[in-house]
Nanobody, 124 residues
Framework: QVQLEESGGGLAQTGGSLRLSCLAS????????MGWFRQAPGKEREFVAA????????LYADSVRGRFTISRDNAKYTMYLQMNSLQPEDTAVYYC?????????????????WGQGTQVTVSS
């Protein structure tokens, strides 16, 4: 089964930027939609962004639209999340996930494979 590994998390100041990466262990991930979710302490895991298998369609949560950009490079088995204008409320563990469909979805239960997560902390 494909494995996903996130990287790029860390500490940023309010208004700063970070870029997360999600590396897949197998080429088969290139045939599925993928997404980013996040979970803050004491809160449920929430949808952030999704992208279809070829990267032509994207979907964002209202809270990040216009600030975050999801993309993917199937030749590198990698998905990205460029996060700009970071706010303290963006602080969370960020997870990448592979959906069970070629399309995009914000529904958590449609995702079959998950990474271990990477911490993003935004200081005020």
């Amino acid at each position: 089964q494909v494995q996903l590994e996130e990287s790029g998390g860390g500490l940023a100041q309010t208004g700063g930027s970070l870029r997360l990466s999600c590396l897949a262990s197998a080429r088969t991930s290139s045939y599925y939609g993928m997404g980013w979710f996040r979970q803050a302490p004491g809160k449920e895991r929430e949808f952030v962004a999704a992208i279809n298998w070829i990267g032509g369609d994207t979907l964002y949560a209202d809270s990040v639209r216009g600030r975050f950009t999801i993309s993917r490079d199937n030749a590198k088995y990698t998905m990205y999340l460029q996060m700009n204008s970071l706010q303290p409320e963006d602080t969370a563990v960020y997870y990448c996930a592979q959906a069970g469909t070629t399309g995009l979805t914000r529904t958590l239960n449609w995702y079959r494979v998950w990474g271990q997560g990477t911490q993003v902390t935004v200081s005020s």
